[in-house]
């Protein structure tokens, strides 16, 4: 709570960097399935084997993005989860949205 009431950069740069992806995924071609703060949805990738293709590919590459498939969601509407932070910089997010449209595209 401390660092609610002292770091109030933390949020805004949050912000930002959410506002940043949006526009790097529109220009790197990814579909988003929501407009919230956070967490970020991408998809869906209808084949869950595809999707963890993906997964571990983007694992290996550095990037920790969740998985979302059945059970937790309807058969047919897997996706990526991508949870940002204020200490990730825009060439990371950049880089980041690049390798998911590689991905996706070439998986």
Not at 18 to 29: D, R, V
Not at 73 to 101: C, D, W
Request: proline share 4%.
């Amino acid at each position: 709570m401390e660092l609610v009431k002292t770091e109030s950069w933390r949020r805004e740069k949050l912000f930002k960097n959410i506002a940043f992806f949006y526009k790097q995924a529109e220009l790197s071609g990814l579909e988003l399935l929501n407009k919230a703060e956070t967490p970020l949805m991408l998809g869906p990738i209808k084949d869950n084997f595809k999707l963890m293709q993906i997964h571990y590919s983007l694992k290996k590459q550095g990037f920790w993005i969740a998985a979302i498939r059945e059970p937790t969601i309807p058969k047919g509407s897997a996706r990526l989860r991508i949870s940002l932070n204020a200490l990730h910089t825009a060439e990371q997010i950049k880089n980041l949205t690049k390798v998911i449209a590689y991905e996706i595209k070439n998986c």
